[in-house]
């Protein structure tokens, strides 16, 4: 008996077919990835001291206008010095909607419509100001919005007040 290779063998495809196969399946591909960016971004948070522990990088949505009370969304930071440029993007959620009443009171509690949303100041003193400087209460105008993040050290709304919505980027989900 004969041993033969041939039959475990396909003839060769013609370099004709074969290429217009790789251009048809390269230019699926391609579309797929503009459609995906023209939607997507990646987010990555590059601190060690993360506001929203346990996660570094987000999928951005830059299509979903909903904004939603515990969602997280992404947003360009503006006058956050000294530790944001502006144009920087941010990640945290949306704890105060246009109408909600904010509180920071003498007792470190962050409140909105009376829920605490977060405690403390800790990075009052790495802006050289003294925590009393923060206290105080407002009603949200429209188009404003509290961000806050789920550390205690996260340099949220608390610092530096509200984000309005022409530097909403979109809703980010956390990733890993």
Request: aromatic letters at 14%.
């Amino acid at each position: 008996m004969r041993f033969s290779l041939k039959k475990y063998f396909v003839k060769k495809e013609s370099w004709k077919r074969f290429s217009v196969k790789a251009v048809v399946t390269l230019l699926v591909l391609w579309a797929a990835g503009v459609a995906f960016a023209s939607r997507y971004r990646i987010g990555i948070d590059p601190q060690q001291g993360k506001c929203l522990p346990g996660y570094t990088f987000f999928l951005i949505d830059l299509k979903d206008p909903s904004l939603e009370r515990g969602a997280v969304y992404a947003f360009h930071a503006k006058n956050m010095p000294p530790f944001y440029k502006d144009g920087t993007r941010m990640v945290k959620i949306l704890t105060g909607m246009p109408g909600d009443k904010v509180e920071i009171n003498d007792k470190l509690k962050i409140t909105v419509n009376g829920d605490v949303v977060g405690e403390g100041l800790q990075l009052a003193g790495n802006l050289n100001l003294p925590e009393s400087h923060f206290y105080g209460k407002a009603t949200l105008k429209d188009g404003h919005y509290w961000f806050m993040g789920k550390s205690s050290f996260s340099f949220d709304s608390r610092y530096w007040g509200t984000v309005k919505d022409d530097q909403i980027i979109g809703r980010a989900y956390p990733l890993f």
